[in-house]
Nanobody
Framework: QVQLVESGGGLVQPGGSLRLSCAAS????????MGWYRQAPGEERELVAR??????TTYADSVKGRFTISRDIAKNTVYLQMNPLTEDTAVYYC?????????????WGQGTQVTVSS
């Protein structure tokens, strides 16, 4: 079991920046994938960025060059630096995916709202 708690969302003007944090209840060193997803109103949840246990990162095309995913293993925390923000209003969810005993387990945080508006 992994509990995830997100923080850092809020209201920001277009062109501004935010950093989201996701604190995990256990060491993230061995978790296969840690990622950020987002869901805008009326849309499906989509992958924003992901980092593997080996440190490899993947980004959605819409955020490449603007967002950066990183992690602090000592703090069991994953971050999403977002800059500049444009059409990025959504609820952002942290995800942990573990492969244990030949089975995948997915864990989700409660979500944090990001609103980009002038």
């Amino acid at each position: 079991q992994v509990q995830l708690v997100e923080s850092g969302g809020g209201l920001v003007q277009p062109g501004g920046s935010l950093r989201l944090s996701c604190a995990a209840s256990k060491s993230i060193f061995s978790i296969n994938f840690m990622g950020w997803y987002r869901q805008a109103p009326g849309e499906e949840r989509e992958l924003v960025a992901r980092i593997t246990s080996g440190g490899t990162t993947t980004y959605a095309d819409s955020v490449k060059g603007r967002f950066t995913i990183s992690r602090d293993i000592a703090k069991n925390t994953v971050y999403l630096q977002m800059n500049p923000l444009t059409e990025d209003t959504a609820v952002y969810y942290c995800n942990a995916a573990e492969f244990v005993g030949a089975k995948w387990y997915n864990y989700w945080g409660q979500g944090t709202q990001v609103t980009v508006s002038s």
